[in-house]
């Protein structure tokens, strides 16, 4: 019986790991070969800092090479010769990556196309394909300078915030709360490990009283985590996102049990109302509109500013801060106050001279710092006064 033989379909070819050989032999790559030092060698820290950022500029470059090539791709609608739908489709098929991740890749090969003052900027590596990924969508004709000045001089991680604020202060309030509607969703999904990952994309004061009363929750629950069946006796103490996951999961089932399972958890939401914006605790800009919906049920307390824009502390001297003092404390302490940290959940106030060597509970010696250097900083803290430690011999 005669036999035919079918050409190879390029898309569906098995491709090799990067780095290998048909014969198994290591391929060049072009990186050099670092040993790994012993137990008792010395790691030079300086210079791997310096090969990371290196290679960290490389794989921009790299990044924004191919961008170029699927933006142009894509425009050709040459995906449509492989029989794929679409540019993501094809990009997820053939590179064999999460069709959500094609799809950021698109739309930011999109936007390098129609404004070449982004394309630039990411060749001149002032703004990473991360930062492009959240610019992408909210770019236009009329924005897109701005855009692209302020994700040059904003890190990464604030950048989505500082858009917002922007969009906030230039965009009608009805707008954005229309755009923000709108875009609402909350997506489920099945990891490959069984668990399950969901996903809320919400109004920004339905997102923080949501966000409020978990927090909440996790502060005042100071019960021991249970030990899985099986497991050893010592238990680790659970990290912030899983006492979130359990707060979540106690609210939740309270209220579908009818709040039986657990007490209902009340919580505060606070919002600054500036001459130059409001704002949730966490830089979240919120309307005019959102804010004065909520002003008859709410509570207002003033805080008096000095020449500086500083919160100034009028509250008396006491163990604890005040409410008052609290939110002096909050403006001034975005962040964990120890450096290099920039943690800005369940921040916990923290007395700089601490409280048993009569530090006072005043506004310039408070600060606040997440848990794990809060309770570093406790376990550093000497047994005697700094100024008997001064005189000892």
């Given at each position: ?10 898309q ?12 198994g ?17 010395a ?5 791997l ?16 090479d ?9 425009a ?13 489709v ?27 003052l982004?394309d630039?900027?990411?060749?001149d ?12 969508a909210?770019l ?7 855009l ?14 500082a858009?917002?604020?922007?969009l ?32 809320a ?11 409020a ?33 359990d ?6 089932v ?17 919002v ?22 909520m ?59 601490p409280r ?8 310039d ?20 006064p700094p ?7």
């Amino acid at each position: 019986m005669a036999r035919t033989e079918q050409a190879p379909n390029p898309q569906r070819a098995p491709q090799r790991r990067a780095g290998r050989r048909a014969d198994g032999a290591a391929a060049p790559t072009g990186a050099t070969s670092r040993p790994r030092p012993g137990a008792s060698g010395a790691v030079d820290v300086h210079g791997l800092s310096a090969e990371i950022i290196a290679l960290s500029s490389r794989l921009a470059v790299g990044t924004c090479d191919l961008l170029r090539l699927i933006g142009e791709f894509d425009a050709a609608g040459a995906y449509a010769v492989f029989g794929a739908l679409s540019c993501a489709v094809w990009l997820a098929d053939t590179c064999d990556i999460e069709l959500v991740t094609a799809h950021n890749q698109v739309r930011v090969a999109r936007s390098m196309r129609a404004w070449p003052l982004l394309d630039a900027a990411m060749a001149d590596g002032d703004i990473s394909y991360g930062k492009a990924r959240i610019m992408a969508a909210h770019l236009n004709d009329d924005n897109v300078a701005e855009l692209v000045r302020i994700a040059t001089i904003t890190p990464v991680g604030r950048l989505g915030v500082a858009i917002a604020s922007w969009l906030h202060r230039n965009e009608e309030a009805d707008v954005i709360e229309r755009r923000q509607h709108a875009q609402r969703f909350v997506s489920i999904r099945t990891e490959p490990d069984g668990m399950v990952t969901i996903t809320a994309r919400l109004e920004p004061m339905v997102a923080g009283a949501i966000c409020a009363v978990i927090d909440r929750a996790v502060t005042v629950d100071h019960s021991q985590p249970e030990t899985p069946t099986g497991a050893d006796d010592v238990t680790e103490r659970p990290s912030l996102g899983q006492q979130r996951a359990d707060a979540l999961e106690r609210i939740i089932v309270g209220a579908a049990e009818g709040g039986t399972a657990k007490p209902s958890v009340t919580a505060e939401v606070v919002v600054h109302v500036r001459d130059d914006g409001n704002t949730l605790a966490d830089g979240t800009p919120l309307s005019d509109n959102a804010v004065t919906a909520m002003l008859p049920e709410s509570f207002v307390s003033l805080l008096i500013h000095d020449n500086e824009r500083q919160p100034i502390d009028a509250s008396p001297r006491r163990q604890f801060p005040t409410r008052r003092q609290r939110r002096v404390v909050d403006e001034r302490y975005v962040e964990c106050a120890h450096p290099g940290c920039h943690a800005r959940a369940l921040l916990q106030y923290d007395h700089i001279d601490p409280r048993r060597f009569d530090g006072p509970t005043v506004v310039d010696n408070l600060q606040r710092l997440c848990g794990p250097h809060n309770r570093a900083k406790g376990a550093r803290r000497p047994s005697v006064p700094p100024d008997e430690l001064d005189g000892a011999a």
